[in-house]
């Protein structure tokens, strides 16, 4: 989150806001309105955070979320079984598109995450596996400005150790920690933010599928 200031922002409207969207509404501020925090309890949503989130990596997320649609139709809509059969045709294809993020490393990874994804799958659900990290709770935090969010925790270190030891790569505890904001398993807008208290009643009523 690349902040233009470090308290809540109060908009036009007397909507006070997290910061890192800024003061003018569109895209990102309609994600941080509709999207971010909230929980996320279905396996193909998961999995396409998860890759969006390794493909943000060393980018902003407001560049990943103007490409969102690119990515979705350059990555069979983040079906894990036809991403996991990518091969050399489709490596090509997606490095000469314009649309995404042309990063050979970061694409080979998305193949390779969709295979891990389904051998995971053949065990558990990946929301179940997930969301296990949390106890299937999530961590309700109170923050008031962005400096004290961390950047990742103990938790989110041990979960990248897991997934990548499952064979899943771009999943470093920088990464994760976005992931685990942006799915809702840790709230963290901050508690002046509109959002802070409506995320939070999402997330205590959250029932995980079984």
């Not at 350059?74 to 090509?92: P, V």
């Not at 053949?122 to 596996?129: D, V």
């Amino acid at each position: 989150m690349n902040a233009p200031t470090n308290k809540p922002v109060k908009q036009q409207q007397s909507v006070t806001r997290c910061p890192w969207p800024g003061i003018e509404a569109g895209i990102y501020a309609d994600y941080h309105d509709t999207e971010w925090g909230v929980p996320k309890l279905d396996d193909s949503a998961l999995f396409e955070k998860l890759i969006l989130e390794g493909f943000q990596a060393g980018l902003s997320w407001l560049t990943i979320l103007r490409k969102r649609e690119n990515f979705r139709a350059g990555f069979a809509g983040f079906d894990a079984e036809r991403l996991a059969r990518f091969d050399a045709r489709d490596i090509a294809r997606l490095m000469a598109d314009t649309g995404i993020v042309r990063n050979r490393a970061k694409i080979d990874a998305a193949v390779l995450n969709a295979q891990a994804f389904l051998e995971l799958s053949g065990t558990q659900s990946f929301t179940a596996f997930l969301w296990g990290f949390v106890d299937g709770r999530p961590i309700q935090n109170r923050f008031r400005s962005i400096s004290e969010i961390p950047a990742e925790t103990e938790l989110s270190k041990r979960m990248s150790k897991e997934l990548k030891a499952r064979g899943f790569r771009f999943v470093g505890p920088t990464t994760l920690y976005a992931f685990m904001q942006s799915v809702g398993m840790v709230n963290d807008h901050l508690v002046a933010c509109h959002r802070h208290e409506p995320c939070a009643n999402l997330q205590r009523r959250i029932r995980l599928p079984k």
